[in-house]
């Protein structure tokens, strides 16, 4: 079965920073693309920076220049380096991955989930 843990999150105030991480575990083959998504109150999830295994990272535009996402792919684990919080920024904070995964059923394509982390901006 594979997991996707995140952690880091927290309450910090604007201009601040944090550190997110992602842990991959399981039997996993091998993991094309990782993904940090969130999620503020009364929205929809969105996309916040995407990395390949080839370390090619995507942001949207609201964090470009703040954010930097990166990961290590011999720990199966990707990372969301956050400076100049601002309060909008204060979201439930998801990890989603591209993998693919030995199961029962042999070798299978998954994208799954982790449980999220909170994410406070706020003096």
């Known amino acids: 079965q594979v997991q996707l843990v995140e952690s880091g999150g927290g309450l910090v105030q604007p201009g601040g920073s944090l550190r997110l991480s992602c842990a991959a575990s399981g039997s996993i083959l091998g993991i094309n693309v990782m993904g940090w998504y969130r999620q503020a109150p009364g929205k929809e999830r969105e996309l916040v920076a995407t990395i390949t295994s080839y370390a090619s990272p995507k942001y949207t535009d609201s964090v470009k220049g703040r954010f930097t996402i990166s990961r290590d792919n011999a720990k199966n684990t990707a990372y969301l380096q956050m400076n100049s919080l601002k309060s909008e920024d204060t979201a439930v904070y998801y990890c989603?991955?591209?993998?693919?995964?030995?199961?029962?059923?042999?070798?299978?394509?998954?994208?799954?989930w982790g449980q999220g982390t909170l994410v406070t901006v706020s003096s």
């Open positions: 989603n991955a591209h993998l693919v995964a030995r199961t029962s059923l042999g070798s299978r394509y998954l994208e799954p």
